[in-house]
Every structure is written in structure tokens, then in C-alpha cells.
């Protein structure tokens, strides 16, 4: 992926070489399929950006928990579909192959 141009960050993030070392056996971002990349990065992202709300802002208003719920929700799934589709363009883009025909060069 280095030859791609594709930044190590981009094809590597931190939370990924984390569940790498910890033995799971997860395709780098451009090569999971779409639905996999929006629910992975729209539940992590729902889940983080709601608490963080709920403990910044939320908390200190008369918000409804069914509020706050529908807008971490919503949050989540404009932030995975955003996210799966720049993962998407950038695998087009790069012309990288699907994950089951990719063949690591050692």
C-alpha cells in the first residue's frame, strides 16, 4: 500500500494496528467491503462522539435521553457513510484489488 501514495495513517490507523497486534484478522480500510467500513466507523464514532456530548453539553440541558440517542445515531451513520465512501473513492482510485484477490508480497 506504501507504493500507492496512500499515507500510513490512511491504510494503518492506530486503532487498527492495535486489533492487528491483538491477533484479529482485519483487512486495512480500503480493502473491507462498504457496509463494513460504514458500520465500524458510524457505531465507534456514534458511540465516542455521544458520550463526549453527553458529558460536555448534553448533561447540562433538559435534552431528552431519545434526543441524544437519535442525534448520536444520526451522527454515527453520516460519519460511517462518509468515511466508507472516502475509503471507497481511494480504492477505485488507487485501482487496489478486493481483499480475497489480494496477495501480499513478502
Known amino acids: 500500500m ?27 480500510p480500503h480493502f473491507a467491503q462498504f457496509w463494513q467500513n460504514a458500520l465500524f466507523t458510524g457505531s465507534f464514532y456514534a458511540i465516542a462522539w455521544g458520550a463526549l456530548m453527553y458529558f460536555f ?12 440517542l437519535n442525534s448520536a445515531l444520526i451522527a454515527g451513520i453520516l460519519f460511517g457513510l462518509a468515511l466508507a465512501s472516502y475509503y471507497s473513492y481511494g480504492k477505485r482510485k488507487h485501482g487496489l484489488p478486493s481483499w480475497q484477490e489480494f496477495k501480499p508480497v513478502r
Do not use: C, V
Not at 8 to 13: E, I, L, M, V
Open 57 to 68: 453539553i448534553w448533561s447540562k440541558t433538559a435534552m431528552s435521553a431519545t434526543a441524544m
Open 2 to 28: 506504501e507504493k500507492t501514495g496512500i499515507m500510513r495513517s490512511n491504510y494503518a490507523p492506530p486503532y487498527l494496528r492495535l486489533l492487528w497486534r491483538m491477533g484479529f484478522d482485519i483487512p486495512p
